[in-house]
């Protein structure tokens, strides 16, 4: 499917930035989020990867109108999306709902599971009479496979195992009919041999109610089984873009190679392997196996944020904001690398396909 035959996007991105003070007297910013832009469309899944303080949390915030941004604007449906005001919220909370982290942490333990349900029916005006109150509720937890559902109707959170926790959030956002749906790391407190059952229910719940989804993760191979697209965030910045293939098959950022390389496959192991030095002498402490630790984002790094950690930085990393480059119509990285005939990323990206310069909206 070509850029021209996708659907308009349902929730957008545009420019976001996000800025969080931490001390007025000095000036002192975090920098949480640089102009970061991503489209979710309907029967789509866009995959956040990157490592923990990457901003991946508070983006999705962000698109949930939970945080507002600094610049940039928010569009549903192509107009500016708002939440100010009980009313506008409620309505903004309808169509964009988010299922968080923590199932325990999101569910009040103080109430039962029909209560839980019911809430968002009841606000949301879905179901006013009692018999049809109560088919809906069972047709929910039929939905997430939470069965029979008397089961679980009068049971608290705490009487559930995690994997049923989050079957009753994901239920809950489910109340409304969202047409969005934002999971912030929903598998990631499961124990492993129930992840790939909730993904798999998010996967069938996606295609049956043609849901836009932002699956967040620092899991990239995970991503691959489960997103359409995916999009790698560094330090508050989308440092690659593309489809769930190509960025697992061909990843043309270096710290997209690094995310792969961390995943248990030793054949992706060569990229570490002999490349502690450079002929031009300018090697870092990360060419030589010292990966460091994710920059302050108080005073983020110049430049691309990522040069003091990568094997593969030049001079002009430090200096040089990296540039957009299209590797193929469907998949484009930010890193100067690209940029350069000869350079091992450069060749290694373009046997993915042709490198061009056609505009692309991710």
Not at 40 to 53: D, I, N
Not at 167 to 188: C, K, T
Not at 260 to 274: H, Y
Not at 330 to 357: F, I, K, Q, Y
């Amino acid at each position: 499917m070509s850029a021209t035959d996708e659907p308009a996007p349902v929730l957008e991105a545009v420019d976001v930035t996000v800025h969080y003070p931490v001390h007025r007297a000095r000036g002192e910013t975090v920098h949480a989020l640089e102009s970061a832009s991503l489209c979710l469309r309907p029967g789509r899944t866009v995959a956040l990867v990157g490592e923990s303080g990457s901003g991946k949390s508070t983006f999705a915030r962000t698109l949930a109108l939970a945080q507002q941004p600094t610049s940039g604007s928010v569009l549903l449906y192509g107009k500016p999306a708002s939440a100010r005001g009980r009313r506008a919220r409620r309505a903004y909370a309808r169509r964009v709902q988010m299922v968080l982290q923590d199932p325990f942490g999101s569910l009040n333990p103080l109430h039962r599971v029909r209560y839980l349900l019911e809430r968002p029916l009841r606000l949301h005006g879905s179901v006013t009479d009692a018999d049809a109150l109560e088919r809906r509720l069972r047709a929910l937890l039929e939905r997430v496979r939470l069965t029979p559902p008397e089961r679980f109707l009068d049971a608290f959170p705490h009487e559930l195992s995690g994997g049923q926790r989050q079957r009753v959030a994901i239920a809950r956002a489910l109340a409304v009919e969202p047409e969005v749906l934002l999971g912030d790391e929903l598998v990631s407190m499961l124990d492993v041999s129930i992840r790939l059952e909730i993904l798999n229910l998010l996967a069938a719940l996606r295609d049956e109610g043609h849901l836009a989804m932002l699956y967040i993760t620092h899991d990239i191979a995970g991503a691959r089984y489960f997103a359409d697209e995916i999009a790698v965030m560094y330090a508050g910045e989308i440092v690659e873009y593309g489809t769930a293939e190509d960025v697992t098959q061909a990843p043309a950022h270096p710290y997209t190679r690094l995310l792969l390389d961390s995943t248990p496959d030793p054949d992706r192991m060569e990229f570490l392997a002999g490349r502690a030095g450079r002929d031009d002498g300018t090697a870092t402490a990360a060419a030589e196996g010292d990966y460091g630790e994710p920059p302050d984002l108080v005073h983020p790094p110049s430049g691309c944020r990522f040069h003091p950690r990568c094997p593969l930085a030049r001079a002009a990393c430090s200096t040089e904001q990296p540039p957009r480059v299209e590797v193929t119509e469907r998949h484009w990285a930010r890193c100067v690398l690209l940029m350069e005939p000869g350079d091992d990323a450069s060749n290694e990206a373009a046997t993915s396909g042709d490198t061009t310069t056609a505009e692309m909206t991710p």
